[in-house]
């Protein structure tokens, strides 16, 4: 029942996708998505907090350390934005990868939960910021509704909205409820970690003073560091370096900025520096690496996906 549940939804993924691409759908928010061949090399990208509900192929996404792989009739949430190096696994013409991408507002999330959870929901045991469970098929069905929606103007703006809190409901009373909750959570450590992340990257080109951090979070020093590390599978410093990085690569793709004036951008002072970690991130130098990426078109490919 869940793999023809998991084909109707790839259907209809596929006849709002049609080419490769992440494709924005009627309702804000909803996107369609689709790849035909495996990566080549890994894609680099800022992933929101979103749900992501596979209906074909496979993808490995790498946070930090850790590697999460999830496929075909499986759900993977991001729970705050973070920088991911992922790579689709498993696709072909014939059968690409395809995935309905939601994102998620804290708010909508703390209104839902809380009539999921009315005593409060139980501390999660992994608290990791990307989470991925199977899809049963009530999950895939209401996925599956909703892209149908898409297709009926007037139907969409009504009911595309209850269909998706159907959906987040679902999620709640999942094996990962009790962690999406946590996204609703003001004094979680999962939204105050999200709070510092959320400063991280409005301010990557600045210096990190991790004491200041803390505290705008209200953590001491020593359990933001712990808290920090548990969530992103980085540290402060590591995850800043990650955005910066990222941030230059695009000035350099879309800007066409040189290596230094890009790496000034992002607030490294030595040219040197940003050359040495720039090629340890990404694999090649700043120059060889734009290049490669120029001649094989994948410029467009450095975007969020899921």
């Given at each position: 029942m869940q793999?023809a549940?998991a084909s109707?939804?790839a259907?209809?993924i596929r006849?709002?996708?049609?080419y490769?691409?992440i494709f924005?759908?009627?309702v804000?928010g909803?996107?369609a998505?689709?790849?035909s061949?495996?990566s080549t ?10 749900a992501c509900?596979v209906?074909?192929?496979?993808k490995?996404?790498m946070?930090g ?7 075909s ?6 729970s705050?934005?973070?920088p991911?190096?992922?790579?689709i696994t498993q ?5 690409p990868?395809?995935t309905?991408?939601i994102d ?6 703390m ?10 929901a139980?501390q ?6 990307l989470y991925?469970t199977?899809?049963d098929?009530?999950i ?5 509704r909703?892209?149908?929606?898409m297709?009926r103007?007037?139907d969409?703006?009504l009911?595309?909205?209850?269909v998706?809190d ?9 094996p990962m409820?009790?962690?999406?909750a946590?996204?609703g959570?003001i004094e ?7 709070k ?8 990557y ?6 004491e200041?951090l803390?505290r705008?979070?209200n953590m001491s020093?020593s359990?933001?560091h712990?808290q ?9 410093l590591q995850l800043?370096?990650?955005l910066?990085?990222?941030?230059a690569?695009r ?6 900025l040189?290596?230094?004036a890009?790496?000034r ?9 940003f050359t040495?970690?720039y ?5 090649a130098?700043p120059?060889?690496?734009i290049?490669?990426l120029r001649e094989h ?8 996906a899921?």
């Amino acid at each position: 029942m869940q793999k023809a549940d998991a084909s109707r939804l790839a259907d209809l993924i596929r006849s709002h996708a049609p080419y490769d691409g992440i494709f924005e759908l009627r309702v804000p928010g909803l996107y369609a998505i689709k790849v035909s061949r495996p990566s080549t090399t890994s894609t680099h990208s800022l992933q929101r907090p979103s749900a992501c509900i596979v209906a074909q192929g496979a993808k490995s996404v790498m946070i930090g350390d850790d590697v999460f792989e999830y496929s075909s009739g499986q759900v993977a949430v991001y729970s705050i934005d973070l920088p991911v190096a992922s790579q689709i696994t498993q696709a072909a013409p014939s059968a690409p990868y395809l995935t309905l991408k939601i994102d998620l507002d804290p708010e909508r999330i703390m209104t839902l939960a809380a009539k999921v959870f009315p005593n409060g929901a139980p501390q999660p045991k992994d608290p990791r910021a990307l989470y991925v469970t199977e899809a049963d098929a009530h999950i895939l069905d209401a996925g599956a509704r909703l892209m149908e929606l898409m297709a009926r103007p007037g139907d969409a703006e009504l009911i595309a909205p209850l269909v998706i809190d159907e959906l987040i409901i679902r999620l709640l009373r999942s094996p990962m409820g009790s962690r999406i909750a946590q996204m609703g959570e003001i004094e979680s450590s999962l939204h105050r970690v999200g709070k510092a992340v959320a400063w991280l990257r409005e301010n990557y080109d600045q210096q990190v003073d991790v004491e200041e951090l803390a505290r705008l979070v209200n953590m001491s020093v020593s359990t933001f560091h712990r808290q920090f590390k548990s969530v992103t599978s980085m540290s402060p410093l590591q995850l800043q370096k990650a955005l910066r990085l990222q941030e230059a690569r695009r000035l350099m793709l879309t800007s066409m900025l040189d290596a230094g004036a890009a790496g000034r951008r992002v607030g490294y002072i030595s040219a040197s520096q940003f050359t040495r970690e720039y090629g340890r991130f990404f694999g090649a130098s700043p120059t060889r690496d734009i290049e490669r990426l120029r001649e094989h078109g994948l410029a467009a490919a450095e975007t969020p996906a899921a």
